[in-house]
């Protein structure tokens, strides 16, 4: 860092010379547009301070230079201001000798400042989290996340923050698409929800899925990637930072090298069985140009389990060795099979037969969460997402539809018994006709659970939920129905744990932080600021109901 | 007294009392004798009156009525009074005066009495002669001897009165010969009354048989309002006939000589009207007020006045009320809110229009009127207006307005007569509030079946809390089954309740009725079956048990099917409704735009008031989209995931901004406002569109199979159309070719020689001015002028047949342009009261006419007919596209029907059959052209059915499952705008309208022509 930081000076020293001694046609210099080339190059490796001390020396030089305002244009753009990033990109884009990547960078400045206009902010030591008025609920965890993920990070990696983390909590993933270099199709083909680039957090709401979706471990999944981006100067391959990311993501809550997730298990499973894995070269530029949510999902269980691997050889500083080898320039693949103190066809022998030592199983019907994006309507009203939501057609063209139908009926005029009547039919009519399905595979479990809850029989739904908790990790009522049950039961530490992984599943459910709410209350050491939080939402948003 | 002797006194005493006995007795005489007389002369007197007058009544018939008979009958009255009064009073007073000639008539009566009364009489005198005196003592004497005598007569006994009673007898039979002869006699009768009647000039005039004057001239002077101007009449009969109210002098000769002259009003001729008589001519005046007769009545100088016995007429002839039409786009319009009508109206009176009114009553309030235009005395006007129904600030529900259109006539003699059109109606009623009350209705229904629902699937649970043996337990569920039962029926008859209240009131939807009619059916028959089974378990124990719980199970099948088939349609119902007002806003919204365009370009200060009332309506009407969306949300009566509701509360605010905005007139800041009001209701409406699409597709997906079936056909159908169009194109083309090839060498100068009389025609028309732009004379004048234009440009095409069809138009609507110029000069005749000066408009239409006229034979005479363009190949071509034409029609007839049956109960398709049918006709056009070998319209007609199948199409993706069409466009009257008709057809039309129609029936004729072609 030291060497850069001394060459971008040394550069930007040479500009004065020739600036003094006028601009050249057009109003550049060969060298402040190399100075520009550097700043740039600082940026895209996010060493933002040395490229804020190179950029204002720029600044004094040729400040009218299009070059100039690109990169302070830039700038502004990685570092938040994207008013003030537009108007730069804009005099730019619009000089007559205009770079040529001035355009595309305006408007990719647009539509970031597009998408969050009327966004709020909250700030933490480490994170600056910005979010739509409807979203206020994601900011606290956002923030808290953040902060618990970067002290993971600094004891894992030795990860420090150059900046404040930026999180941008989008709308729906049209936004995502826009803020990004994605396409809206590449969104929604590879159910891309989330993205680390241009040294913020871009991550969507998880309002925009029908049954929200992990979002505070997709948020720190991007945290991973900016850590390490950081850390090897971007020099990681898309596979070593998936790896990385994916095998660290649930670093804020847990210690690391847990079990992978079921539908990574059920894809890893019938990859190794037939033999199709993909390759660390078609992860190549980004896993969300991946053909399919399915193959993103498969490239991601490989990657994690490849440093999983590399964690097992050599722990935390094998993972660091790694990281550090890179950043030094040496090849990928070399430096974690260096740093697990091997050569790459060892390591990759290993790898598999790591793989394989895990008895990966699959499972019928599983679902792969990330492909259930809501429709614009349903985001746009601001609803909170509902299990109907994310029912398949294949289950709503089915006989057991009608009994949920009738069960919801039941349920909604206060005939929970009947209600519960309605459901277990529907249940022995799943499994005597919709197999395969898999929203019929949990609807009825999660709805039986909540009908046995209002019953007075925690017993019965933690019952009916059975698999479903395990099988569905990703779905938030199975959590929230099992907190509630625990609650019930007059276990308050356990139930504090569900109801948070179903928040961090779905915050936007009142019930889930009644439920906490008089979880913490019942928890002697649970801090007071977080009792309070949840009382707050569970009457918030249950307000909005 | 002075000379006599006191010694004499007693003896004078007594002397004197026997004279005056005496002469008493004479006097008593006297009396009765002339009392007798005059009885007598009175009787007979009478009678001869009698007689008398019965003959003058004879000889007063015989003469007729004159004014002397009165006189002549107190004449003779008066002689014959007099003539009594002397024989019977006057003569026998004079004959019996004094007491010597009472006493020889006395004596003549009693000669015994004779000889001493009258010495008496005469002893009781003076003696002229003293010394020839008597002894007064004789004398006294003598006196008293008479006196004596006359003791015992009495003056009544010495003159009775039966002479008396004769002559009464004759009076009273000469009385009664009179009156019997005026009662029973009827020409004596009349003779009496003619004896004492004064008669008129019409009565005593002689009649004659033969014309009194000669050489009538007659003239008319018509009352102001009417317009007219006065009118001479020569050599007329005498009869007058004029509007009431109208001033007729009249002048004549009269043939006899005559010193006085009058008019004899009426059958006896009670009124006169004076004539003036000057050197040999009459002249009189009157007004005609009524109908009636009058005579001519001459008086000579000398001899009796003379009348005509033939009458002449009077005839006040009653101005007309107006006639007056009104058109609407329909008797009975039904609105969700008010949106401005189009009216037509036409109205005609005999002399001239005052004001035409729209007249309007909102629900029971009092009626109110709105001048359309002044008819400023012209015979007749029409036109078309929009009409902004107003939305009355009544209690919710239906507004009722009646309309029609009522013309004055300017009828200054008896009053402005006023015609009314028949009434229209315009119904304001909200739908949603209708669809609240239904929707309602279900909902209480469904909350009934969720609740049976709910009891039997709860029933086991139930029973096992219970407790007990076994079979106390099979027992309390077949109690709990008959309870359960008898509460469905109980909603079952409640359920026939509400049918039979819809039979009568007709307040379901169509597919809400045939839902619960099945319902209800279904119901009924799984109720029966378990009833049955009820019973044998209560009978047979646990033999009957299976069954009963077979039925019960059926039971809760039914019941479960019928919660969800009434879910759906409550919810479908809630989103259509939410969908369609959603629809009024975005349409409402389009309006605003366009009205607050149409403000900025006119800053029209009405124009800002209807903006400012349209935005407080869509105000109102977000509220209520607001309010049915909190309660679809609140009622869980639609699923949670087709409840993606739009923010109410920012668009409610926005639309509060926009209201702030207008008040303050910050235009610009308006239009930003309006356009972000505009951006969220479409957002808004897709939203809401999207709810009920998703939940129409996964709710109905049979009725959307159904649509999606007649779409197909539909595209099916238009496919075929559209290929066979390009075969008819094709062939058009090669006609044309030809067409042109036989042409040639002559088209060039005849598209030269035509462009200029285009162009003079152009010329023509843009000399005309035409005044309103909608008055009807500008309407046709544009139309002309677009007819001009399009000729020109189909000649620059080459294409005759289109530009001579235009160059036809042209000249019908010139035609039509010259008769509203007639009718404009004849109402400023009725203003003015004279001969206007001649309008150089007319000329000028004349002139553009004569030149379209031209125009179109140039053209007709230069291009051949369809079959001569053809080969006979190409004709044969021709019927084969025109058989495929009726294949497809055929097809697309059958499918109409399909349509009518499947799609006839579904929301929003109602009008696909009808939509169908519309093409399918123009495809008969298009074959009927094709047999007449003419190419180019059946590829019109065909390509135009197409369009029609696409455009229904597109509409039922639009509509599929979803709310009907509602905005704030202005209703118009059907196809008074659009030209939806053939052009063949449309030729025919104005063909026909060129025909005459006869004078009286050329407005309506006219009407009825533009109504159609419209």
């Known amino acids: ?545 | 007294m002075q000379r006599l002797e006191p010694f004499l006194l007693d003896t004078i005493g007594a002397g004197m009392r026997e004279r005056e006995q005496i002469h008493s007795f004479l006097a008593g005489v006297r009396r009765r004798l002339l009392l007798r007389s005059g009885l007598e002369a009175a009787g007979y007197g009478v009678a001869a009156l009698g007689v008398g007058l019965l003959a003058l009544a004879l000889a007063a018939t015989a003469v007729g009525p004159a004014s002397f008979w009165p006189a002549v009958t107190g004449s003779f009255t008066a002689v014959l009074a007099l003539a009594a009064l002397a024989v019977g009073v006057l003569i026998p007073a004079r004959a019996l005066r004094g007491d010597r000639a009472a006493a020889r008539r006395t004596g003549a009566l009693a000669p015994v009495l004779a000889s001493d009364l009258l010495s008496a009489v005469e002893l009781a005198e003076e003696p002229a002669d003293p010394r020839a005196a008597t002894s007064p003592m004789l004398v006294q004497a003598f006196h008293r001897q008479v006196a004596l005598a006359l003791g015992p007569v009495t003056p009544h006994g010495l003159v009775p009165l039966r002479p008396a009673t004769r002559a009464f007898a004759a009076a009273g039979a000469g009385a009664t010969i009179l009156l019997v002869a005026a009662w029973a006699w009827p020409l004596a009768a009349r003779g009496l009354r003619t004896l004492v009647h004064h008669p008129s000039r019409f009565e005593g005039a002689a009649v004659s048989t033969a014309p009194l004057v000669g050489d009538v001239r007659v003239v008319y002077t018509y009352p102001p309002y009417t317009g007219l101007p006065p009118r001479t009449v020569d050599g007329s009969t005498g009869d007058l006939a004029a509007v009431k109210g109208t001033r007729v002098h009249i002048e004549t000769h009269p043939l006899r000589q005559a010193r006085q002259a009058a008019l004899l009003l009426g059958e006896t001729g009670g009124r006169e009207i004076a004539a003036a008589l000057d050197r040999g001519r009459l002249t009189a005046d009157l007004v005609l007020e009524e109908d009636g007769i009058y005579r001519f009545w001459l008086a000579p100088s000398f001899g009796r006045a003379i009348r005509e016995e033939r009458s002449h007429r009077l005839t006040a002839e009653a101005d007309a009320p107006p006639r007056v039409d009104i058109q609407g786009p329909a008797d009975r319009l039904e609105l969700a809110t008010p949106r401005p009508i189009e009216i037509g109206y036409s109205a005609s009176d005999d002399f001239g229009l005052g004001a035409v009114d729209l007249v309007y009553r909102i629900g029971d309030r009092p009626e109110q009127r709105l001048t359309l235009r002044d008819g400023a005395g012209a015979p007749s006007v029409q036109g078309r207006t929009l009409w902004d129904p107003p939305a009355a600030a009544g209690p919710p529900g239906a507004d009722r307005i009646a309309y029609r259109i009522e013309a004055r006539d300017r009828d200054a003699i008896s009053g402005p007569k006023v015609a009314s059109s028949r009434t229209l109606y315009v119904i304001i009623q909200n739908p949603h509030d209708g669809s609240d009350d239904r929707i309602e209705r279900q909902h209480d229904l469904l909350e009934r079946l969720i609740s049976d629902l709910g009891d039997r699937l709860e029933m086991d649970a139930k029973i096992e809390t219970g407790g007990g043996t076994p079979a106390e337990a099979a027992q309390r569920r077949v109690a709990a089954i008959g309870a359960a039962h008898a509460a469905e029926e109980a909603h079952l008859a409640l359920l026939g309740r509400l049918l039979d209240e819809d039979r009568r009131e007709s307040n379901l939807g169509k597919t809400l009725r045939a839902a619960l009619a099945g319902i209800a059916d279904r119901l009924e028959h799984a109720l029966r079956d378990e009833a049955a089974a009820l019973v044998a378990a209560r009978r047979k124990g646990t033999a009957g048990r299976a069954k009963l719980e077979a039925a019960a199970a059926r039971q809760v099948a039914e019941l479960e099917a019928d919660v969800l088939r009434l879910d759906d349609l409550i919810g479908r119902e809630r989103l259509e409704d939410l969908a369609s007002l959603g629809k009024e806003l975005t349409d409402a919204h389009a309006r605003l735009q366009d009205l607050l365009s149409r403000y900025q370009k006119t800053h029209d200060e009405g124009l800002r008031r209807q903006l400012a009332r349209e935005a407080r309506e869509l105000r109102a009407r977000i509220a209520e989209l607001a309010q049915k969306i909190a309660a679809v949300q609140a009622r869980n009566e639609v699923p949670e995931e087709w409840r993606n509701m739009p923010d109410m509360k920012r668009i409610q605010d926005q639309a509060r901004k926009l209201d702030d905005l207008l008040e303050r007139g910050n235009e610009a800041d308006l239009q930003k406002a309006l356009s972000e009001l505009g951006d969220q209701l479409s957002s808004m409406r897709r939203m809401l569109d999207q709810n009920l699409d998703g939940f129409g597709a996964e709710r109905f997906p049979q009725e959307n199979r159904v649509v999606a079936d007649l779409m197909k056909k539909i595209g099916d159908l238009e496919g075929d159309e559209r290929s066979l169009q390009k075969e008819t194109q094709a062939l058009s083309e090669k006609q044309e070719a030809e067409l042109q090839r036989r042409m040639k060498g002559k088209l060039d100068e005849l598209i030269r020689r035509e462009g200029e009389k285009i162009d003079r025609l152009k010329q023509r028309l843009a000399g005309v001015p035409s005044g309103s732009p909608e008055s009807a004379l500008a309407e046709e004048v544009d139309r002309a002028r677009e007819s001009t234009t399009q000729m020109r440009r189909l000649l620059a095409e080459r294409d005759l047949a289109e530009a001579k069809s235009e160059a036809e138009r042209a000249e019908s609507s010139l035609e039509r342009a010259g008769e509203h110029l007639d009718e404009l000069a004849a109402a400023r005749r009725a203003r003015r009261g004279s001969e206007p000066e001649r309008d150089k408009r007319a000329e000028s239409v004349g002139e553009a006419r004569a030149l379209a006229q031209e125009i179109a034979d140039d053209l007709a005479k230069m291009m051949p007919k369809g079959a001569e363009t053809m080969t006979p190949e190409q004709r044969e071509a021709a019927r084969g596209q025109a058989e495929k034409q009726s294949a497809i029609g055929k097809r697309t007839d059958e499918l109409a029907e399909e349509a009518a049956r499947r799609l006839g109960n579904m929301p929003g398709m109602e009008k696909a059959a009808s939509d169908l049918k519309g093409a399918s006709t123009r495809m008969h056009e298009a074959g009927e052209s094709l047999k007449r070998d003419e190419s180019k319209p059946a590829a019109t007609a065909e390509r135009d059915a197409a369009d029609r199948l696409a455009k229904l199409r597109d509409g039922m993706q639009e509509r599929s499952m979803g709310g009907s069409e509602r905005h704030r466009d202005p209703v118009r009257i059907p196809g008074a705008d659009e030209s939806r008709a053939p052009r063949a057809w449309r030729q025919e039309l104005l063909d026909a309208m060129k025909e005459k129609a006869p004078e009286r029936y050329r407005d309506e004729v006219r009407r009825y022509y533009e109504e159609l072609v419209k």
């Not at chain 1, 302070?72 to 005099?91: I, K, M, N, P, Q």
């Open chain 1, 1 to 545: 860092m030291k060497r850069l930081g001394l060459f971008c000076l040394l550069a930007l020293a040479t500009v004065r010379p020739s600036s003094a001694a006028g601009p050249a046609p057009g109003g550049v210099t060969p060298d402040a547009r190399a100075a520009a080339r550097e700043i740039e190059m600082l940026l895209d490796t996010w060493r933002f301070k040395e490229a804020a001390t190179a950029l204002a020396v720029l600044k004094q030089a040729a400040p009218e230079a299009p070059e100039t305002k690109l990169v302070d244009g830039y700038h502004r753009f990685l570092t938040g201001d994207y008013e003030g990033a537009v108007r730069s990109l804009d005099a730019a884009a619009a000089a007559p000798n205009a770079p040529p990547d001035a355009r595309g960078m305006d408007d990719l400045a647009k539509a970031a400042r597009d998408a969050v206009h009327d966004f709020g902010e909250e700030r933490s030591p480490h994170a600056i989290v910005r979010y739509a008025p409807e979203d206020a609920v994601l900011a606290p965890y956002a923030r808290d996340t953040v902060e618990a993920a970067a002290a993971a990070l600094r004891d894992d990696l030795g990860f420090q923050p150059p900046l404040p983390i930026r999180v941008e909590l989008y709308r729906s993933p049209a936004d995502l698409a826009a803020v990004s270099s994605l396409s809206v199709a590449e969104v929604s083909r590879t159910g891309t929800i989330a993205l680390c680039k241009w040294a913020r957090l871009m991550v969507t709401t998880p309002r925009a899925l029908a049954y929200g979706y992990p979002w505070l471990d997709s948020m720190n999944h991007e945290l991973v990637h900016y850590a390490v981006s950081t850390l090897t100067g971007d020099r990681a391959p898309v596979w070593l930072q998936e790896g990385l990311a994916k095998f660290l993501e649930r670093r804020w809550r847990e210690p690391a090298g847990g079990r992978i997730a079921p539908p990574m298990e059920h894809l890893l499973a019938k990859a190794l069985r037939s033999g199709h894995l993909i390759s660390f070269e078609a992860m190549h530029p980004s896993m969300a140009k991946l053909p399919s949510a399915e193959d993103a999902t498969l490239a991601f269980a490989e990657v994690e389990n490849a440093v999983a691997y590399l964690h097992a050889k050599g722990g935390m500083a094998a993972l660091r060795d790694a990281i550090a080898r890179v950043a030094s320039g040496e090849d990928a693949r070399q430096a974690v099979a260096a740093a697990a103190g091997q050569t790459w066809p060892q390591f990759e022998r290993g790898w598999r037969a790591f793989m394989i030592a895990q008895r990966y199983k699959t499972f019928p019907a599983i679902d792969i969460a990330t492909t259930h994006i809501r429709k614009a309507n349903a985001i746009a009203s601001g609803r909170k997402p509902a299990e109907e939501d994310a029912l398949t057609s294949t289950l709503k063209g089915s006989a057991p539809f009608r009994y949920l139908r009738l069960g919801n009926i039941m349920l909604a005029h206060e005939r929970p018994r009947a209600a519960a009547a309605e459901y277990e039919k529907g249940a022995k009519a799943v499994a005597g006709g919709v197999r395969g399905d898999p929203s019929a595979g949990w609807i009825f479990p999660v709805k039986l659970g909540r009908t046995y809850l209002a019953l007075g029989e925690p017993d019965r739904a933690l019952k009916a939920l059975g698999a479903v908790q395990t099988i569905y990790p990703d779905l938030p009522w199975p959590h929230l129905i099992a907190g509630q049950a625990h609650l019930a039961l007059g276990d308050a530490a356990g139930a504090v744990d569900l109801l948070r992984a179903s928040i961090a599943e779905n915050p936007f459910d009142p019930r889930v932080h009644c439920a906490l709410a008089q979880a913490y209350s019942r928890v002697p050491s649970a801090p007071a600021g977080l009792l309070a939080r949840e009382q707050r939402f569970c009457k918030e948003l249950g307000a909005g109901d």
